[in-house]
Nanobody
Framework: QVQLVESGGGLVQAGGSLRLSCAGS????????MGWFRQAPGKEREFVAA??????????GYADSVKGRFTISRDIAKNTVYLQMNSLKPEDTAVYYC?????????????????WGQGTQVTVSS
């Protein structure tokens, strides 16, 4: 089992920044693909970013809507993955979830992930 705990959400004005963290515990964490997803009220959960396992950083992937604004990274030693969110827009408002799946390739669909955190609310005001 892997336990994931997100933190760092909050209320921010449009154009501002937030950094989300996802701390993992339990079974060996380092060989998991990690992803960030978000879900706004009345909408399906959607992919935001993903990162593979690597001591040198890992391969990353982003949804088109966040490319150039969000950056995913991970600290293998700390069992933590981050999502740096810059130039936030009101449409980024959602509950953000981190997810983990054993493997070495980027995964982009929520059904491909086994382990999920409880989510953290991000609200961007206009």
């Amino acid at each position: 089992q892997v336990q994931l705990v997100e933190s760092g959400g909050g209320l921010v004005q449009a154009g501002g920044s937030l950094r989300l963290s996802c701390a993992g515990s339990g079974r060996t964490y380092s060989r998991y693909v990690m992803g960030w997803f978000r879900q706004a009220p009345g909408k399906e959960r959607e992919f935001v970013a993903a990162i593979t396992w690597s001591w040198s950083g890992g391969d990353t992937g982003y949804a088109d809507s966040v490319k150039g604004r969000f950056t995913i990274s991970r600290d293998i030693a700390k069992n933590t993955v981050y999502l740096q969110m810059n130039s936030l827009k009101p449409e980024d408002t959602a509950v953000y979830y981190c997810a983990a799946q054993v493997g070495f390739e980027r995964l982009f669909r929520p059904e491909e992930y086994t382990y999920w955190g409880q989510g953290t609310q991000v609200t961007v005001s206009s």
